[in-house]
């Protein structure tokens, strides 16, 4: 390829190894599920949330609007996880640009084997005695399960030799390991 003039000569970037890309592909989709998650839970206890009652204990709830205490607090649990998703995009974003930091693929490893271990709770749970209508606890039991093989399936790609061989080769600025501050 010619140099045009007038441009300046870019550098190529480093390419991600397929392994890598699809583990990316994998983790996104992980994060979609769950963020995707997380939206129907909050709903699904705004339909019903004698469940969250029933495990609070207000104590003396005299002048306490209870029912707007628990409202708020369904929603801030929501936002809440919804935010620890956006800090797993980082995560997934630095593993991708193969950042030097590498407790990022620490974080995508922990959350990928925490979405199989709950995957399979989803197995032995079942909604009895709720005003919800049951077509939304299969959705959401299905999003957690394919949250859960998504990123069990990212997990594996990332610890695939060619994904591992990348991720120690190339810290991320370009420089071959050894060579610090150059």
């Not at 929501?78 to 797993?88: D, E, N, P, Q, R």
């Not at 991708?96 to 490893?109: G, H, I, M, P, Q």
């Not at 039991?141 to 610890?159: K, P, T």
């Amino acid at each position: 390829m010619t140099q045009q003039p007038g441009r300046p000569h870019e550098k190529p970037s480093p390419t991600i190894p397929e392994s890598a890309r699809l583990a990316v592909q994998l983790w996104w989709a992980m994060m979609v599920l769950e963020i995707s998650h997380q939206v129907f839970n909050v709903v699904i206890s705004l339909i019903d949330p004698s469940e969250v009652k029933a495990n609070a204990d207000f104590g003396d709830t005299a002048g306490v609007p209870v029912d707007a205490v628990i409202t708020v607090a369904i929603i801030m649990a929501g936002v809440l996880g919804i935010g620890i998703m956006v800090i797993l995009g980082f995560a997934v974003y630095g593993y991708a640009r193969n950042s030097d930091r590498k407790w990022l693929r620490t974080l995508l490893v922990f959350f990928s084997v925490y979405f199989a271990i709950r995957a399979v709770v989803v197995f032995t749970t079942s909604p009895t005695g709720t005003a919800v209508p049951t077509a939304l606890y299969v959705v959401d039991g299905s999003l957690q399960i394919l949250a859960a093989v998504a990123g069990v399936l990212g997990l594996i790609f990332s610890r695939r030799p060619d994904a591992v061989e990348w991720q120690e080769k190339n810290d991320g600025a370009g420089k071959e390991p050894g060579t610090p501050g150059q």
